[in-house]
């Protein structure tokens, strides 16, 4: 059974960090690329970043770039995602994704192969 589990979301002030993890099971970690989006309610999925399956590409959407870094540990099956200098409007629930062909941008979001169910990231002003 596949399980990918996000975790470190929370509420935080803006200006602040915060690092997020997603641990994938059931299958063999480093023939993913993985990729982080985020959703607020009432709009579609927003490509975050992606890294490929020996984390030798990136990629990072345009609202993020500067910001946040993605980033993957293949001996812990796990996907980082720090994020730096948040703001209001980075909040948002933020779900990664794992995937055997990499895509790396916003049309990924319709052609993932597993996801997690996320986890609540709240900037604070």
């Known amino acids: 059974q596949v399980q990918l589990v996000e975790s470190g979301g929370g509420l935080v002030q803006v200006g602040s960090s915060l690092r997020l993890s997603c641990a994938l099971s059931?299958?063999?970690?480093?023939?993913?690329?993985m990729g982080w989006f985020r959703q607020t309610p009432g709009r579609e999925r927003e490509f975050v970043a992606a890294i490929s399956a020996y984390g030798e590409r990136t990629n990072y959407g345009d609202s993020v770039k500067g910001r946040f870094t993605i980033s993957r540990d293949n001996a812990k099956n796990t996907v980082y995602l720090q994020m730096n200098s948040l703001k209001p409007e980075d909040t948002a629930v933020y779900y990664c994704g794992a995937d055997k062909e990499y895509y790396g941008g916003s049309l990924w979001g319709y052609a993932m192969d597993y996801w997690g169910k996320g986890t609540l990231v709240t900037v604070s002003s």
């Open positions: 059931g299958r063999t970690f480093i023939n993913y690329h």
